[in-house]
């Protein structure tokens, strides 16, 4: 199978760049083809404007939707926007890995969907989101960390549930474009795991990959 990494994170010593690290050696080892887009390494702009596009349709005022579609007929996205929207269409799992802030991704991140995530690529027109979207057929698979230990994130605890914390993120974003989306992988407070816990994380987190394309897709409702 094809699976599309991500990764938002500027230190790759890090956790969440050992996870990436981890997610690479066990998908390779288990035969399946791997992509990577390691967004800060790429030095990749999250600004979202006409550098979209090589060519505009209307260059006195600037509709992102419509200047997406433009591109979609005519071939005329940038050249580091293609490259990514090939990459999405390429996978049969995009797994993005990336530290909570703000209750949300990261900027770079972000920024990556603005300007990948384009209509007539990735949604629509014509009403073809969610179960009609574009992507429908792939799967998607949130990996994170949070600053927070994780009592913090249960329903009554001082954040929430985590799955409402990262309901935006998965309805909003991944559904919305017709992905199915599989059970967030969490790692809680990193900074205070032993090097033994972090060890075993890690361990946890390459046993899961090698069986991921078996599990099934988790619900992601309205409210």
Same mark, same amino acid.
């Given at each position: 199978?094809?699976? #599309?990494?991500?990764? +938002? ?13 981890? +997610? ?14 390691? #967004?800060? /390494?790429?030095?990749?702009?999250? &600004?979202?404007?006409?550098?979209? *596009? ?6 006195? *005022? ?11 007929? %005519? ?9 990514? &929207? ?11 890995? *990336? ?22 690529? /990735? ?18 698979? #949130?990996? #994170? %960390? %949070? ?6 994130? *249960? %329903? ?5 549930? &985590? ?42 987190? +390459? ?17």
């Amino acid at each position: 199978m094809k699976v #599309l990494l991500i990764l +938002a994170h500027p230190e790759p010593q890090s956790m969440n760049g050992a996870l990436f690290t981890t +997610a690479i050696e066990s998908l390779q080892a288990a035969g399946h083809e791997v992509k990577t887009s390691n #967004l800060y /390494a790429m030095g990749f702009d999250p &600004i979202s404007d006409r550098r979209n *596009f090589t060519k505009v349709q209307n260059a006195a *005022f600037f509709k992102q939707q419509l200047e997406e579609l433009h591109a979609t007929e %005519t071939g005329s996205f940038a050249d580091d926007i293609e490259a990514e &929207i090939q990459k999405v269409a390429w996978c049969d799992l995009m797994i993005w890995q *990336f530290p909570l802030w703000w209750f949300s991704i990261p900027s770079i991140l972000k920024g990556w969907v603005d300007r990948v995530f384009a209509m007539g690529r /990735a949604y629509g027109p014509g009403g073809r989101v969610y179960e009609q979207g574009l992507f429908k057929g792939k799967k998607a698979l #949130l990996s #994170l %960390t %949070t600053g927070g230990a994780e009592e913090a994130y *249960f %329903t009554d605890g001082m954040h929430g549930d &985590i799955h409402n914390v990262l309901k935006h993120i998965h309805r909003g974003m991944l559904v919305f474009t017709g992905f199915s989306v599989l059970r967030p992988h969490i790692i809680y407070g990193p900074v205070r795991l032993t090097p033994e816990q972090r060890k075993a994380a890690l361990a946890k987190w +390459a046993s899961r990959l090698q069986e991921v394309f078996e599990e099934a897709p988790v619900e992601v409702g309205i409210y």
